[in-house]
Nanobody, 130 residues
Framework: QSQLVESGGGLVQPGGSLTLSCTAS????????IAWFRQAPGKEREGVSC??????????KYSDSVKDRFTITRNDANSTVRLQMNNLVPADTGVYYC?????????????????????WGQGTQVTVSS
């Protein structure tokens, strides 16, 4: 069965850094774009970042709230996608999910919640607090 598992969440102080990992099993990531979402208590899930399949012109995208602070990377050989989060603020608190969407288009990805994602992880908690 295709699965994604997130790890790396925890408690961090404002201004600190945290790196999340998303590891796939049961399928290969070569032809899947990957997106990160988060959900704060009492709020709807929101898109954070995404990365397209590998190749010339591959792209990464970020929401305005995390742009210049977060970096998404992928290593298909290790079936892993990472989200490096720097200069964290309390508003970054929430459960972070990774999701996979099949794709054959280099340079395209999306984290709009209207798009269909075929595989979801269980989520990992990130808490930014002093």
């Amino acid at each position: 069965q295709s699965q994604l598992v997130e790890s790396g969440g925890g408690l961090v102080q404002p201004g600190g850094s945290l790196t999340l990992s998303c590891t796939a099993s049961g399928f290969t990531l070569d032809y899947y774009s990957i997106a990160w979402f988060r959900q704060a208590p009492g709020k709807e899930r929101e898109g954070v970042s995404c990365i397209s399949i590998r190749g010339r012109g591959s792209k990464r995208k970020y929401s305005d709230s995390v742009k210049d602070r977060f970096t998404i990377t992928r290593n298909d050989a290790n079936s892993t996608v990472r989200l490096q989060m720097n200069n964290l603020v309390p508003a970054d608190t929430g459960v972070y999910y990774c999701a996979a969407r099949s794709s054959h288009v280099v340079g395209w990805c999306a984290f709009d919640t209207d798009y269909e994602f075929e595989v979801w992880g269980q989520g990992t908690q990130v808490t930014v607090s002093s």
